[in-house]
């Protein structure tokens, strides 16, 4: 089942605060699943085709820095070393505004 746009906008601003929290105590950078782990804890459904289209998008509004390892043979992509830019810093501290990020 879809995740919908406010469910998507929730969990972008999830995402950026978990990852601002792994950055405050300096703790080892996320990888896909730790975080699909982490957001599953939070009682959000999530899926793996779900969590890399809104890390993607969160790479794409400048927000997140990530590692994508692609596997051709098996057609998989690894996404690694998730981290927060300063941009996505300014969004989870309220510095900045996005409407497609809820970080309530």
């Given at each position: ?15 950026l605060k978990l990852t601002y929290q792994k950055h405050e ?12 782990a982490a957001l599953d804890d939070l009682a959000f459904r ?59």
């Amino acid at each position: 089942m879809a995740a919908d746009a406010r469910t998507k906008r929730v969990m972008r601003g999830t995402i950026l605060k978990l990852t601002y929290q792994k950055h405050e105590r300096q703790e080892t950078r996320f990888m896909m699943r730790t975080l699909m782990a982490a957001l599953d804890d939070l009682a959000f459904r999530v899926y793996e085709d779900l969590v890399m289209e809104l890390l993607q998008d969160l790479g794409d509004r400048g927000y997140l820095r990530f590692t994508e390892i692609k596997d051709r043979k098996k057609g998989t992509v690894l996404i690694s070393e998730i981290q927060l830019t300063p941009a996505g810093r300014n969004i989870v501290e309220r510095i900045n505004n996005d409407p497609a990020v809820d970080v309530e």
